[in-house]
C-alpha cells in the first residue's frame, strides 16, 4: 500500500483505497443532502463529506465497501478532514480485500496467546485459575480477534488481547513493588475486566455496539457471566464475590461507567493499570503521526488535549 491515510499532513494530497467505517446522511442549509463517510485504512481513520449525494451514493456507499478515492487532506475544527474530489466502489480486478484496511496489534496472537497461558500457570488460587481457564476456553478465537474498543484504545484486530497482556506485564511489575497485593486476584481481573466487549461490540472490521452492549454494556455482562461460570464450576467462596466487584469497579467512578468504585486494593490498582494502558496506547499511536516539535490532533478521550513531541526525541 502506498502512504496510509492516517500518515497524511494537512495539504497533502490523496490518491488510492480506503475501507469506509461509517456512513451517515445530513442535509446541509441549502436543503441538499449529503453523506458523512469515515473512511480507514491500517494507518488510521478520517472523516469526509459527498455533498449533493443521490439515493445511488447512499446504496454505493455503505460501511465495509471499499472505495478509490481522490481527494486533499484539510482541516475541520482542529481534525483533519479529507476533500472528496473523486469516489467510486472498488472493482475485483483492484486486487484489494477488506483485510488490507484493518489496523493489527504489533504482536502476533501465538505470542498473546504465550502470555495469557504463563499468566494463568503463575496462579495459585485454584478456584480463580478455573475460572479465568474456563473464560479463555470458551472465548479464545474471539478474544485473541476482538478489539478492546470501537474506538479511542486498542480499537484494532486482536486489540483486546494486546490490551489484556500489556496490563499483565504492568501488574507483575507492580506486585514486585507492591507483594502485599494479591497476584492471582489481579491478574484474574486483568484477564477478565474486558472481556465483555465480545458481547458489547459486534466484530473487528467496522465495530460497533450490539444490542446487549447498548442496553447492558461489558461491565454488567462480564460480572453476571463470573457468577454463571462459577455456577457451572461449582465454585463457592468469597473470591467469586470479590472478582465480581473488580469487574464492576474497574472504571473507577460512576461517571465513568463503573456502577461502584474500587472498594479492594486489588480493585484500585486493577483500575489504574487499566487507565494507564489505554492511554498509553492513545498517546503512543497519536504521537507516531507526528514529527518533533509538533503537536498531536486533540484527543477527547484525554480532555480534549493536544499533546506535544519534544524536539529533541529526534536525537
Known sequence: MKKGIGNCSVGDAFDNFLLIKGSSRGV???????????????????????????????ELFVPEQIVKVSG????????????IFSVRPSQPTDGVQVSDFVEKAPVEKEALMEKLTEAIFEMKNSSLQRIVRAFIKKYQEALLTYPAAAK????????????????????????HLYPQTNKDLLYAGVILHDLGKIKELSGVVTTSYSLEGKLMGHIPIMVEEIGDMAKALQIEGEEVLIL????????????WGSPKPPLIREAEL???????????????????????????ERMFALDNRSFYKPLFEEQ
Not at 270 to 296: Q, Y
Open 152 to 175: 479511542n484504545h486498542h480499537e484494532y484486530v486482536s486489540g483486546l488481547a494486546h490490551h489484556i497482556v500489556s496490563m499483565l506485564a504492568l501488574a507483575k511489575e507492580l506486585h
Open 270 to 296: 486493577l483500575h489504574l493499570i487499566d487507565l494507564i494502558d489505554a492511554r498509553m496506547n492513545m498517546l503512543n499511536r497519536s504521537l507516531e503521526k507526528v514529527k518533533p516539535g509538533e503537536f498531536t
Open 244 to 255: 465480581q466487584h473488580l469487574i464492576l469497579s474497574h472504571h473507577g467512578k460512576a461517571e
Open 28 to 58: 446541509a442549509s441549502n436543503g441538499k443532502p449529503f453523506l458523512t463517510l469515515i473512511f480507514r485504512d491500517a494507518t488510521g481513520e478520517i472523516e469526509a463529506k459527498l455533498w449533493d449525494a443521490t439515493k445511488e451514493d447512499e
Open 72 to 83: 486533499e487532506v484539510n482541516q475541520f475544527r482542529g481534525k483533519p478532514q479529507l476533500k
